[in-house]
């Protein structure tokens, strides 16, 4: 079963460019050196100012394996800068 959810956050509104910046940057990361990995898109919700970003891994383990690369390392603080507070994560599990 494939570990998968959406992470919800919201940013401030003078870091917007630096923000969708990194966002780009880690989803063409994730998707040139994470095989484990099934699915990695930031979207941009209707709320001001609001983010989220779906992704899922073949496991839960390739999951704490994206947080260890240098990529994520290197990207993650950038994104955490811009955030107006912090980010909640559902976990999305399939129905069968």
Known sequence: ???TFIARMKINPEKKQIFVNACQELED???ENEDGCLFYKFYKL???NAYAV???FVSEEMDEAHQETEHFK???PKLLDCLDGTYTREFLDPLN
């Open 1 to 3: 079963m494939a570990f």
């Open 29 to 31: 990361a994730v998707k």
């Open 54 to 56: 779906i992704e899922s």
């Open 74 to 76: 290197e990207i993650a």
């Open 46 to 48: 209707r709320e001001e």
